[in-house]
């Protein structure tokens, strides 16, 4: 088993789109437009997260059912983003990302002035269709815009916004809702998410995509023919491996994550006043654990995941072993925050690195609709842990599904070599 010799995988003598790889400057400014809308994309999700008594009390319905609001959420996307991103593969992704952020806003305005639980999970819903088709396009299209060898360093800065999302979005929105009532916190979301459609639509590079046509046209002395449709593509295994990986952690992080602000309030004891700074540590140690990955790990992201879980395990542990000792479990909470910190651009990383061209979007689609299945039912696995058994044990079955996901990630290398071969 090799942790940091690259996937090499067979050439299956079909027409490579790709062959014609970007060229010219380093495209910084696009891609720190493309990091603004998943900053936003990002704290529109988790935001709730931050203000889960607030809304609690408003809405007069308990803290798991908001925290539930995160799996409505996180569902829409599952059941969405492959056939949206099927449906709109056609379509340029330039104006597909403008059209989403427009709808993000919309969303938020609906969440803002919602009179009851009923209409914020509608409200959630139309977000989630916007978010699962942003990240079907979001997902390839740093890697459209570089060659290969600099795809790692492109996914690192686009999924910088969703770090700085929980260093800066979540944190400022929670306090925002401290101060001023939640529901402002989400207007303000909404008009930066119009901001970001300006950004989007003037600073970031159009791009062309692979369309997925299953035919190609030869051209013979007697004219021109259409030959037979293309072999199945020999990356969909292993992709479909990343996946899983990608969902089981996302489970694992999100049963514990999602209830995060009543566990440091409640467990640990700390003030309603120190949630938020404490989120934005856990943000600030999340984006060094991202410069980390890029710098580090970037060409070798299995070692980076085996590292990044353990890591993980460990602090979480220690977390909820020593809820009693708060400098002991403050410094947990922010080592943990470091490890996940890796764990979303090593994971693209692995998968467009393991993905063909030729179904780079639509595996980037599916990678939206693992990371989403692992949300949703992370955050209704924790919702049924808080009612049934107590906030006290859901730290411990985090450590548990990470345990299993690191096993997967030690058996990876070998299945996805053979599958290759």
Known sequence: MSFTAPISLPSTGMP????KAPTGAFPWI???????????????????????????????????????????????????????????????????????????????????????YTFVVISRVIGGLAHGLFWGVVGAYSAH????????????????GGTLAFVFG???G??????????????????????GAVVIWRFLPKVEHYTGKRTESVTTATGTITV??????????PVALVCVITALTMIGHYTFYTYIAPFLSDTLGVGSDAVAPLLF???????LGLFISGVVFSKRPQLGLVLGMSVTVVSVTVLALFTQTLPV??????????????FPPLLQTRLLHTASVRIRDTASAVYTTAFNVGIGLGAFVGAFLLDQVGLGSVPFVYVGIIVLALALVLASDIVIRRRAL
């Open 16 to 19: 490579r789109p790709d062959q």
């Open 30 to 116: 696009g891609l720190i437009a493309l990091s603004a809308a998943v900053f936003l994309s990002v704290t529109s999700e988790m935001l709730p997260t931050g203000l889960l008594p607030e809304m609690s009390t408003s809405l007069g319905v308990s803290q798991s059912d908001v925290g539930l609001l995160v799996s409505w959420f996180a569902f829409t996307v599952v059941l969405t983003s492959t056939p949206l991103a099927l449906l709109t593969r056609r379509m340029p992704r330039h104006g597909l990302i403008v059209l989403v952020l427009i709808v993000f806003a919309l969303s938020n305005v609906l969440t803002a002035i919602a009179p009851d």
């Open 145 to 160: 815009l570089v060659p290969k060898d600099q795809i790692a360093r492109a996914v690192s800065i686009t999924i910088a």
């Open 170 to 172: 979540v944190p400022l």
């Open 174 to 195: 929670t306090f925002l809702g401290h101060l001023l009532g939640w529901r402002l916190s989400f207007i303000v979301l909404a008009g930066l998410m119009l901001v």
């Open 228 to 237: 037979a449709k293309l072999p199945r593509d020999p990356t969909i295994g």
């Open 281 to 287: 540590a856990y943000g600030i140690a999340g984006a």
């Open 329 to 342: 479990a403050i410094g947990a909470f922010l080592v943990w925050g470091l490890a996940f910190g890796t």
